[in-house]
């Protein structure tokens, strides 16, 4: 659905995106990380066809988003990463506005319970509206035409906690009805609950391309054993785990399938506590793209 | 794009409407003071003595002792084209550049209409606020010659020549604006060709005025061709000054228009 080919472009300062190629597939939902400054934005506005590529192409559903712009934004729901405004009108006038703009129906239904699954009341001027709430009028915007691709750059910036998680209910939902989606974000754990694959830019190259599921295979358990005695502690530390932290009579070990030989190996130590945690995915990431070179 | 086109020209309206009322009550108070302006015999005299040049800069070409000779020296020369400039600069700024600085741009980009479209609505809303407030300028001062003067004479249909020219001449300089707003890197540079460009135009039409061996470089000057004595006097070449004035426009617009359409946009 959404394919980029050796997407190229620099900007005159000399920085910019090189040669990143990746397809996101029909209800698929694509994380796409990296730093501040990556490069995340200027892809996104490639795909938007706000810029176009010095070399490489951008294309949703096999239309090119410089050429055939207003064609792929017909497809496209978009929350733009900076949230600029125009002041002088209220959330409910951009709305109708950015509906008429796209021939929806008056007063449509969607609009109205995205609005109040964001708890948004819209009446009020924008330029008197905080960060989060300015940040829910662009997600109604991005949501409000069940458009089949989804391109949100750092949506959950500026919400709580509360409204994260029902923005990634709402990405669920989409996702489910078979929306192609692509969110950028600088953090993992943003995106991992939701995302199908995950990329990562750095320094404008895509530097890694993972399944979410192929590293939850990889995703080990760290147990965390407290024994009565420093001598138990010693010895488990030698039971053939890799040993991830080790305090006094305190162990912590990294366990991935082998859970029988563990409470077998425990079983032989009197202790006082047992606690496990998954390894971050972002570790595992991370760890497997060490600085981003690859592999 | 008629979705875009009246929800700006709805936002557009009120500016609009302050700046047409501010020329007509500017226009009023001209044309009541004019009777008390008339019978000085004090400034009448002091007018006699002053170098024809500078007359010509001050518009008293047709000699101060009519109502139409006061307007079009008082008036158009200054005040009208002051409200006028500032209407289309500040407004034509906004309507692009102010939009694809502070981002907000993007929202439209991201709609299905072309910018193409985006752009000619926009543009479109610039010109309807210019005829708005020329027409205002007209009817305004048609009645007020009528309710404020009755006994003096006021050439209507000059005086709507007059502000017909006045208004293509402004659809240039919007024009111009809204092709400095479409294509310049940031709406602070956009607000500042247009402002150099207008003022460059008007310090050659009082340059050209000033002296007759400079008199040549008044026809450097857009502003030349609304010589508002002329005018009102019923001279010149209306049709042929109108039909150049809209083409320009045309020309310029087109220019913003397709120019837009292929700029990069960082949103």
Redesign the interface.
């Given at each position: 659905m959404i394919t980029l080919r050796g997407l190229t472009k620099t900007y005159p300062g000399g920085r910019g995106i090189v040669d990143v190629s990746f397809e996101v597939g029909r209800g698929e939902v694509f994380g796409y990380l990296g730093p501040n400054g990556a490069g995340k934005s200027t892809t996104i506005?490639h795909l938007?066809?706000?810029?176009?590529a010095d070399s490489g192409a951008a294309m949703i559903n096999g239309l090119d988003c410089w050429s055939s712009?207003?064609?792929v934004?017909?497809l496209?729901g978009?929350l733009?990463g900076?949230?600029?405004?125009?002041?002088?009108?209220t959330g409910a006038?951009?709305l109708?506005?950015?509906a008429?703009?796209?021939r929806l129906p008056a007063g449509s239904d969607r609009r109205d319970e995205l609005c109040s699954r964001f708890a948004l009341d819209p009446r009020g001027p924008i330029r008197k509206m905080s960060k989060g709430t300015k940040q829910k009028v662009a997600l109604v915007?991005a949501f409000m035409h069940t458009p089949d691709v989804l391109i949100l750059d750092e949506p959950t910036s500026g919400l709580d906690p509360l409204m994260q998680r029902r923005f990634l209910e709402l990405v669920g939902e989409e996702k489910r009805r078979g929306a192609t989606i692509l969110m950028s974000s600088h953090a993992f754990a943003e995106v991992e609950r939701v995302a199908d694959r995950v990329g990562m830019l750095k320094d404008g190259r895509l530097v890694a391309v993972e399944d979410i599921a192929r590293l939850r295979q990889l995703q080990r358990k760290v147990f965390t054993v407290a024994t009565v005695t420093e001598e138990d502690a010693r010895e488990l530390e030698g039971a053939g785990f890799p040993v991830v932290a080790r305090r006094e009579r305190e162990i912590e070990l990294e366990v991935q399938g082998d859970y029988t030989a563990l409470v077998r190996a425990l079983a032989r130590h009197e202790l006082r506590s047992l606690d496990v945690r998954p390894m971050d995915l972002e570790q595992i990431f991370m760890h497997y793209y060490g600085d981003g070179e690859g592999q | 794009m008629?979705?875009?086109f009246s929800?700006t020209l709805r936002?557009a309206l009120r500016g609009v409407a302050n700046y047409a009322l501010g020329m007509v009550f500017y226009l009023w108070l001209f044309i009541w003071v004019y009777p008390s302006f008339a019978g000085s015999t004090t400034l009448n005299t002091l007018l006699q003595n002053l170098p024809p040049g500078l007359l010509r800069v001050l518009g008293y070409s047709l000699g101060g002792t009519s109502l139409s000779g006061f307007l079009a020296g008082e008036f158009y020369s200054l005040v009208y084209l002051l409200i006028l400039a500032i209407y289309v600069l500040v407004t034509g700024t906004r309507l692009m550049a102010h939009?694809v600085d502070?981002?907000?741009m993007?929202?439209?980009?991201?709609?299905?209409?072309?910018?193409r479209r985006i752009a000619a609505a926009q543009a479109l809303v610039l010109l309807c606020g210019v005829v708005i407030i020329a027409g205002a300028t007209t009817a305004g001062g048609l009645l007020g010659a009528h309710w404020f003067a009755a006994h003096e004479h006021l050439p209507a249909w000059s005086f709507v020549k007059l502000n017909l020219v006045g208004m293509l001449v402004f659809m240039v300089v919007a024009s111009y604006a809204f092709l400095f707003s479409a294509l310049a890197a940031d709406e602070r540079s956009a607000m500042g060709l247009s402002a150099v460009l207008t003022l460059a135009f008007y310090g050659l039409h009082v340059l050209g005025d000033l002296s007759t061996r400079l008199a040549w470089v008044a026809h450097l000057s857009l502003f030349n061709v609304f010589n508002a004595q002329s005018l009102l006097a019923g001279r010149g070449h209306v049709l042929v000054d109108a039909v150049a004035l809209a083409g320009a426009a045309l020309v310029l617009l087109g220019g913003a228009v397709s120019g837009f359409e292929r700029r990069?946009?960082?949103?």
């Open positions: 506005r938007m066809g706000f810029l176009r712009a207003p064609k934004q017909a496209v978009y733009p900076e949230i600029g405004f125009p002041e002088d009108m006038e951009l109708s506005l950015l008429g703009m796209r915007a | 008629s979705a875009l929800s936002q939009l502070n981002g907000s993007a929202y439209l980009l991201a709609t299905p209409v072309s910018r990069q946009l960082s949103l």
